[in-house]
């Protein structure tokens, strides 16, 4: 079993920045693609962005976030994280770490850990 704790969220204004981070334990971390989603209320879980297994990581991000997310990885640390920067009310949501087995992937079911998520709030 992999564990996966997510740390960071909070209440910001809008045009600020935030700094989400993931801590892994229980499996070797640098086995594992990892990527962050997001839910609103009413809305499903979506894709953030992805980074490749090896710290400094191929990196892909939705289009929306494109621009003003980083997404990044300590795997000494066992920790990934993601810098949000120029935020906007449309980012509030519950923003949840995952861990793949594959190579690539930005679909829900291609992740087979998840942590149980942190509330990100930006105010207009």
């Known amino acids: 079993q992999m564990q996966l704790v997510e740390s960071g969220g909070g209440l910001v204004q809008a045009g600020g920045s935030l700094r989400l981070s993931c801590a892994a334990s229980?499996?070797?971390?640098?086995?594992?693609?990892m990527g962050w989603f997001r839910q609103a209320p009413g809305k499903e879980r979506e894709f953030v962005s992805t980074i490749s297994r090896w710290s400094g990581g191929i990196t892909n991000y939705a289009e929306s976030v494109k621009g003003r997310f980083i997404i990044s990885r300590d795997n000494a640390k066992n920790t990934m994280y993601l810098q949000m920067n120029s935020l906007k009310p449309e980012d509030t949501a519950t923003y949840y770490c995952a861990a793949s087995p594959l190579g690539f992937g930005t679909s829900l079911s291609d992740y087979t850990y998840w942590g149980q998520g942190t509330q990100v709030t930006v105010s207009s």
């Open positions: 229980g499996r070797t971390f640098s086995n594992y693609l």
